[in-house]
């Protein structure tokens, strides 16, 4: 015999597992603080990808004056506030990277919490119909 109710659980349960595949369901797979350590890591060399992307294509924009105008102490100074800036973006970035990862698990925490209570009506469900069998054999 269908009980609608069980059904109904599976369905939820089901349509969440298909929409969460990549959201909620994978973020569970992690604790909170390796989860944000790992957007901070893939943040980190996102940016330093960027910034020396960025760096090089404004070399080359000033690449004749660098060579036939600047001293090398003028370069050492260039160098120094390349590197003083791009500090100050990773740690802006990181910064808020981190928040943003952090309400990422959070809300996907809350939406687990829903699908895991199904479950676990399910489970009881499950349970409860295993007892009649027995009680009837």
């Known amino acids: 015999m269908i009980r609608t109710n069980k059904v109904k659980i599976m369905t939820r349960a089901a349509v969440f597992e298909k929409h969460e595949e990549r ?16 957007g901070l890591l893939k943040s980190a060399i996102s940016l330093t990808f960027a910034f ?9 924009y000033f690449s004749e004056e660098l060579m036939t105008q ?7 100074g ?19 990277s981190a928040v943003i990862y952090a309400i990422r ?3 996907a925490q809350k939406k687990l919490k829903g699908y895991r209570s ?11 119909e295993d007892k009649q069998k ?4």
């Open 23 to 38: 959201g909620s369901l994978y973020i569970s797979r992690f604790f909170k603080t390796d989860y944000i350590g790992l």
């Open 105 to 107: 698990y959070s809300r």
């Open 78 to 96: 260039i160098g120094r506030n390349i590197l003083l800036w791009y500090a100050a973006a990773l740690v802006a970035f990181l910064a808020v």
């Open 70 to 76: 600047k001293s090398i102490e003028d370069l050492i």
């Open 118 to 128: 199904g479950l676990r009506k399910l489970l009881k469900l499950y349970q409860e």
């Open 134 to 137: 027995e009680r009837s054999v």
């Open 52 to 60: 020396g992307l960025g760096v090089c294509m404004w070399g080359l």
